[in-house]
């Protein structure tokens, strides 16, 4: 049999199975391992999946994932998520709009030690949603700026989404770090105008109210985390920055100076470091084993050559790169409506990597436009996974309500990805400048 068709065949089986339900990892690895034992002998797909699972698990490069996990969790059990949004909401709360502001600040900087959207929303719903209420916020707009606040958890470094993307398409996790961090504060400065064009357009979506005091404020950036996550972000990603440590080992310094502030602060006792470490150990054989069925399942498209015969038949195309590019986004953009991110980052990399590295684009600038396309895919519907997460948090919200509060957020990425496109050093100047070309 053709091995075109064969790789045809098992993305067509893989897709049919993963909407019937079965978990897409599982998906991966059937048809992985069916179409390896076509295209070679059964001896071969077995032998490819043990080497694979005992690489991936061995993998050092692959340990920044649980271990900036573990930071996460640490810094969400120790309570600084809460008090980061305090300290904003404090500046910036009583403007019209100014706690759904407030979110997209503290999820800026959460996210600098967390790199989770799940950890990031439960946080930010918690403590911020409540407060909305309180104040009669608009239930459209509450529940979409924490769905849209928590998305930038996967721009700003640590990312797992950004590490996903690495092992999978063999780009440097620390370039890809630095590349995202000013399409991050781009985005959270574009989601803070929409807010404020959506209370400018509806005042009574979001009522004013008083003022803090300079006493006030200056005593809540003291008890508000800011300081500790400065720490934390000097020492890891700030000493990734400036080449003292790899990613593997700016991950290992912010988790054990996440706990020592823990434990410092005693907002850190043997129960919580208990569960966060069996939290992260979960985080971390669920990543593993995601990323092996990833990579057996883009080693039988690789066997298969579609790759290969889609890379040679686009060269063939009389069409600018940027039309090829626009089709590709447009791919993503529909997969992201059906299908989870990871999973998208696991089944078109292998495929779509060797179609743009032969129309010239770079591989850290490509990473960065396709998680802001993730993000995108993650608040439109029929799936629309944030969103999803955010009526899980918040039962008492209807679903439609969410899903209509997002389109000004959806409109803050778009915009994103189109300076993005136009100003590639956006995401390439900070690697650039800090690892060369």
Known sequence: MDPVLIGVLA???????????????????????????????????FQAVASDIFTNFASYTLTVAPIFGL?????????????????AEKFIGHLRGGIC?????????????????????????????????KRNYSPSLSTASIAAGSSLAVLIPPSATMIIYGVTAEESIGRLFMAG???????CILQIIAIWIVVKRHPDYAPM????????????????????????????????FIGWFTPTEAASVGAMGMLLIGIIERKINWQKLMTCLVSSAKLAAMVF?????????????????IPTALAKFVTTLDVPSWVLLGIIIIVYLIMGMFIDGIAIILITVPIFTPILANLGYDGVWYGVLIVLVLCL??????????CFYMKGFVKQVPLSTIFAGVVPFCISI????????????????????LYGK
């Open 11 to 45: 993305l067509i089986g893989f897709v049919i199975f993963m909407f019937l339900g079965l978990p897409v990892p599982i998906s991966m690895l059937l048809f992985a391992v069916l179409g390896m034992i076509a295209l070679r002998s059964p001896e071969a797909a």
């Open 71 to 87: 930071m996460g969790f640490l810094a969400s059990y120790s309570g600084i998520g809460e008090n980061l949004f305090n300290a």
């Open 101 to 133: 502001s407030s979110v997209q600040v503290a999820c800026t900087i959460f996210g600098a030690i967390c790199g989770s959207i799940p950890a990031t929303m439960g946080t930010m719903t918690t403590v911020a949603y409540p407060e909305m209420e």
């Open 181 to 187: 961090l000013i399409p991050g504060v781009l985005l």
């Open 209 to 240: 109210s008083q003022k803090a005091t300079w006493s006030e404020r200056w005593a809540a950036v003291k008890r508000g985390g800011l300081i500790e996550v400065i720490i934390i972000f000097l020492l890891a990603i700030g000493g990734m």
């Open 289 to 305: 084993f995601i990323i092996t069925c990833g990579t057996l399942f883009g080693r039988m498209f690789t066997l298969s050559t």
């Open 377 to 386: 895919g993650g608040l439109t519907p029929p799936v629309g996974l944030n």
């Open 414 to 433: 778009v915009i994103c990805m189109i300076l993005i496109m136009i100003f590639p050093g956006l995401a390439t100047w900070l690697p650039t400048y």
